[in-house]
């Protein structure tokens, strides 16, 4: 699969895991307290994208993209 390119105003996480056996699915019943099983959902959140790949020679790599904004350039003064 293709990886996406992103742009000057994208911010790009990624996240290896040696652990390849398990696409992540993000969990709407995980407990607000709980010690586990939020992390997607705290990444898919604020995401524009995300998804996963394999990441040889084993595991996977979870990524998500995030719009930012970006300050405009300033004019000259004077």
Not at 20 to 36: C, F, I, K, Q
Not at 49 to 74: F, N, Q
Request: glycine content about 14%; charged content about 20%.
């Amino acid at each position: 699969m293709p990886r996406p390119h992103p742009t000057p105003a994208t911010l790009r996480i990624e996240v290896t895991d040696a652990r390849g056996e398990r696409p992540p699915v993000p969990r709407p019943d995980v407990e607000a307290d709980g010690e586990s099983g939020r992390g997607l959902l705290l990444v898919a959140s604020p995401a524009g994208a995300w998804g996963c790949e394999p990441y040889p020679p084993g595991g996977k790599t979870v990524w998500a993209e995030c719009g930012i904004a970006v300050p405009r350039a300033c004019g000259p003064t004077g």
